[in-house]
């Protein structure tokens, strides 16, 4: 498990050339998950609450991804993460005040629920590594993408909103 992570902050491509959708990078790391909470026969938990966490996290994920959607449909922008240099508007308002990426964060959310549904503590390795990756090759290049399009207006939104939550 360490060596994929490993392995993941090593590659030197990023999904954008590649054009990986992050709904399916997402996906792939939910398959490993379930491969892991399968095949690793220790490092099962329990609490009180699961359930309810997992259904708030899985509510709050779901409400992310629809305002998150909306604003970006709202401001008459594309939505598509492969090609964000033919973004038409900058948006920083709503959800984008709290989060440069809610919906990116939203698949994080569905991930958690995901690993807590399964109940295997390792899993939260593979959280990590689907942030370090889809921070490495999918929301860095956007970021980079955004700079030439948008300049020191998207410069100045960097500064004051963090890039995940």
Same mark, same amino acid.
């Given at each position: 498990?360490?060596?994929?992570?490993?392995?993941?902050?090593?590659?030197?491509?990023?999904?954008?050339?590649?054009?990986?959708?992050?709904?399916?990078?997402?996906?792939? !790391?939910?398959?490993?998950?379930?491969?892991?909470?399968?095949?690793?026969?220790?490092?099962?938990?329990?609490?009180?609450?699961?359930?309810?966490?997992?259904?708030?996290?899985?509510?709050?994920?779901?409400?992310?991804?629809?305002?998150?959607? !909306?604003? !970006?449909?709202?401001?008459?922008?594309?939505?598509?993460?492969?090609?964000?240099?033919?973004?038409?508007?900058?948006?920083?308002?709503?959800?984008?005040?709290?989060?440069?990426?809610?919906?990116?964060?939203?698949?994080?959310?569905?991930?958690?629920?995901?690993?807590?549904?399964?109940?295997?503590?390792?899993?939260?390795?593979?959280?990590?590594?689907?942030?370090?990756?889809?921070?490495?090759?999918?929301?860095?290049?956007?970021?980079?993408?955004?700079?030439?399009? !948008?300049?020191?207006?998207?410069?100045?939104?960097?500064?004051?909103?963090?890039?995940?939550?």
């Amino acid at each position: 498990m360490f060596t994929f992570v490993y392995w993941v902050s090593k590659i030197n491509i990023n999904c954008m050339e590649l054009k990986i959708p992050p709904v399916l990078i997402a996906a792939i !790391f939910g398959v490993l998950i379930y491969v892991l909470a399968t095949f690793l026969p220790f490092g099962h938990f329990e609490f009180f609450g699961r359930y309810a966490l997992m259904i708030f996290l899985g509510t709050l994920g779901c409400l992310i991804t629809v305002i998150s959607i !909306f604003q !970006f449909i709202k401001s008459k922008t594309t939505v598509d993460p492969a090609k964000p240099g033919k973004a038409s508007n900058l948006v920083t308002g709503g959800i984008y005040k709290y989060s440069r990426n809610p919906m990116y964060l939203s698949m994080l959310l569905w991930l958690i629920v995901w690993v807590l549904s399964l109940g295997n503590a390792f899993n939260a390795l593979f959280l990590a590594g689907f942030v370090k990756y889809m921070t490495k090759f999918q929301i860095i290049p956007e970021e980079d993408a955004l700079k030439k399009t !948008f300049g020191k207006e998207y410069t100045r939104y960097c500064t004051s909103v963090r890039r995940w939550f």
